[in-house]
């Protein structure tokens, strides 16, 4: 089951600081569409109803006190649930990932790096079949946004535009995320936000299939 994150490339930042007119690229709750967590301003955008919770998009989204999907993208959860998804394509689920066979699915390692210090988009690039992909990044400096798109969507996305991508984070220092990938080539997507504390990021990627 694919997961898609409509986001927006935005212009660089000058600094840490305000900047002056024309160049605050944080957003509102309604600019991010969130309605639930909080915006680039600290604002809140709002809460949950027990027992859903808040997500990374600002969506409130059902949830069990316990129970987690752990990274499976299909079958049942920790708690027997069979809510974690569903496999399209003839694909069946094994151990959580969609698999177009029965064997079991194996982990491959696809790249693990410091990036060259960057502002703006800076993207790594990688070919999957069918696959449960997962990153995990870090730094020890400023904020970035990442996530996983489709060449085209990344082509979008780093000249500033509309994009859709699977497993976005925004604002982030570390983050580890895994997404449902159809067979594709795909770019694990960067974008550092401020013009002059360059990013300093470390990234492993690797999928299951």
Do not use: K
């Amino acid at each position: 089951m694919m997961r898609w994150a409509l986001v927006v490339g935005l212009g660089l930042a000058m600094g840490c600081g305000d900047g002056g007119p024309g160049t605050d690229t944080r957003q509102t709750c309604a600019q991010m569409g969130f309605r639930c967590g909080f915006d680039d301003y600290g604002a809140s955008c709002g809460t949950c109803t027990s027992p859903q919770t808040c997500n990374g998009f600002g969506s409130c989204i059902s949830s069990s006190s316990g129970c987690t999907c752990s990274g499976a993208v299909c079958g049942n959860d920790s708690c027997g649930r069979a809510v974690c998804g569903s496999c399209t394509g003839g694909r069946t689920c094994t151990l959580g990932v969609c698999t177009a066979s029965t064997t079991t699915p194996t982990i491959h390692d696809l790249g693990a790096a410091r990036l060259p210090l960057f502002t703006g988009f800076r993207g790594v690039t990688f070919t999957v079949p069918a696959a449960l992909a997962a990153y995990s990044v870090s730094s020890p400096g400023d904020t970035y946004n990442v996530g996983i798109f489709t060449v085209a969507e990344w082509s979008n996305y780093s000249a500033g535009g509309q994009a859709r991508a699977f497993a976005f984070r925004e604002n982030v220092r570390t983050a580890t995320e895994v997404a449902d990938l159809p067979a594709g080539s795909y770019v694990l997507g960067f974008y550092c936000r401020n013009l002059i504390q360059r990013c300093d990021v470390t990234y492993a990627l690797n999928a299951n299939y």
